[in-house]
C-alpha cells in the first residue's frame, strides 16, 4: 500500500546479489523495487521500506538505488542510505505505537520478539528501533560466528564468534568491530544457550570497560542468502541510570 501511494509499480521477489534495489524504466519512467527472493519475509518488508524511502529523497529516479548488506567500510553515500535505514524502521514499526509498548515493558530480548512479532518485523529493525526509543542509553549488538577481514583469504584460520555491529545511542565507548568474544561473556554464553539477562560490566568489545550495565543476549540464528543456517547472537545493552 505504501509503495503504490509512492507511485511504485511492483514489487517482485527474485535472485539478487544485494538485498534489494529501486529501479525505474528510462522510457517509461515507472518505478520498481526488486527484493532478493532469498531473504526472510521480515527481512524483505525492510529491505522494500527502505528502498520505498528513496522515492521521498530528490533525484533518487537519476540511477539505480540498492540496498547491500552490512559494508565492512564507509561509502560516499552513508548518509543517505542511513536515513533510508531510519525509514525503513519508522513505517513498519511507528514511534506513537511503539513507545507506547514499551511504556510498560521489561527491557529485553523478550521484548524485542515479541514487539518484532506484533509488527511482522525483522528482529534486527526492532533491535535498532528499541534503542532508539528507550528512555536510557541502550546498545544493540550482533555477533556472528566469523573470521575478522584479515583472516578471510586464510582458509584454515578457525572462525569465532566475533562483533558484528552495534547500534547505539546515547554515551557508550566505541565498540571494536571484529573483536571476538571472550569465553565466559554474556554473549558467548549465549551462544551456547542460555537466556541472559543480568547486570553486568561491559568490557573487552568496547575501547573501555562500563560498568553498572544490564544485558539481555540470546543465540538467534538465521537463514543466510544461501539457504543455509548461520550462528548469530543478539543483545541489549542499558546503562542503568544513564538518561538521556
Known amino acids: 500500500m505504501v509503495a503504490y501511494y509512492q507511485d511504485v509499480r511492483s514489487v517482485v521477489r527474485c535472485p539478487l546479489p544485494n538485498a534489494a534495489c529501486l529501479i525505474t524504466d528510462p522510457k517509461t519512467g515507472a518505478t520498481h523495487i526488486r527484493l532478493r527472493s532469498s531473504d526472510g519475509h521480515r527481512r524483505q518488508r525492510f529491505s522494500g521500506f527502505h528502498e520505498i524511502a528513496h522515492t521521498f529523497m530528490p533525484g533518487y529516479q537519476l540511477q539505480m538505488q540498492m540496498r547491500c548488506d552490512p559494508p565492512t567500510q564507509k561509502h560516499a553515500n552513508d548518509s543517505l542510505e542511513t536515513l533510508c535505514d531510519v525509514c525503513g524502521s519508522e513505517l513498519p514499526l511507528p514511534r506513537r505505537l511503539v513507545s507506547a509498548d514499551l511504556a510498560d515493558a521489561d527491557f529485553g530480548l523478550s521484548t524485542l520478539t515479541a514487539i518484532a512479532d506484533i509488527y511482522d518485523a525483522s528482529l534486527q529493525a526492532t533491535g535498532h528501533r528499541i534503542v532508539d526509543l528507550w528512555p536510557e542509553d541502550a546498545m544493540f549488538l550482533v555477533a556472528g560466528v566469523q573470521n575478522k577481514p584479515t583472516e578471510r583469504a586464510d582458509g ?13 545511542r546515547g554515551s557508550w565507548p566505541s565498540v571494536r568491530r571484529f573483536k571476538s568474544i571472550d569465553q565466559g561473556d554474556p554473549l558467548d554464553r549465549a551462544r551456547h544457550g542460555e537466556f541472559v539477562d543480568e547486570s553486568t560490566t561491559l568490557t573487552g568489545i568496547t575501547s573501555r570497560d562500563v560498568e553498572k550495565v544490564h544485558v539481555s543476549a540470546r543465540y538467534c540464528p538465521y537463514v543466510a542468502r544461501d539457504g543455509k543456517p548461520r550462528p548469530r547472537v543478539l543483545a541489549l545493552y542499558r546503562r542503568v541510570g544513564m538518561w538521556c
Do not use: H
Open 156 to 168: 584454515n584460520a578457525p572462525a569465532k564468534l566475533r562483533v558484528s555491529y552495534a547500534w547505539t
